[in-house]
């Protein structure tokens, strides 16, 4: 019997520990938020921290300004890159009606 907890404890620790740790991590916690508590959050956070999370979220998208340079593509602005976020968050809630703030994102985001 004590054999077999310690299998549970071995097996279930290493995940409990990764759920602690996406706990801590602010990439995870903006998923979290919706509607206007995410935009308030977005809003204060710089363009490159926008980015890093864009990075973090879709590691084959074209964020950083090498790639965007590489590509001959426009670099993003801070407003595009808070409203891609917002966007990438939102699109996952079932009631939402496709609006930031005042602003129809839906489908004009990349």
């Not at 004590?2 to 995870?28: F, H, T, V």
Request: hydrophobic share 40%; net charge positive; charged share 30%.
């Amino acid at each position: 019997m004590e054999s077999l907890i310690k299998q549970i404890i071995g097996y279930q620790l290493p995940k409990i520990i990764a759920m602690e740790s996406q706990r801590k991590d602010w990439r995870y916690q903006l998923l979290d938020l919706k509607d206007k508590a995410l935009f308030d959050r977005l809003s204060l956070m710089k363009r490159q921290e926008l980015l890093q999370w864009l990075q973090w979220n879709d590691r084959n998208g074209i964020y950083t300004d090498y790639d965007c340079i590489r590509k001959g593509i426009p670099l993003f602005t801070k407003m595009q890159a808070l409203a891609t976020v917002y966007h990438q968050i939102m699109r996952d809630h079932e009631n939402w009606d496709g609006y930031m703030g005042k602003e129809y994102i839906r489908g004009n985001i990349l």
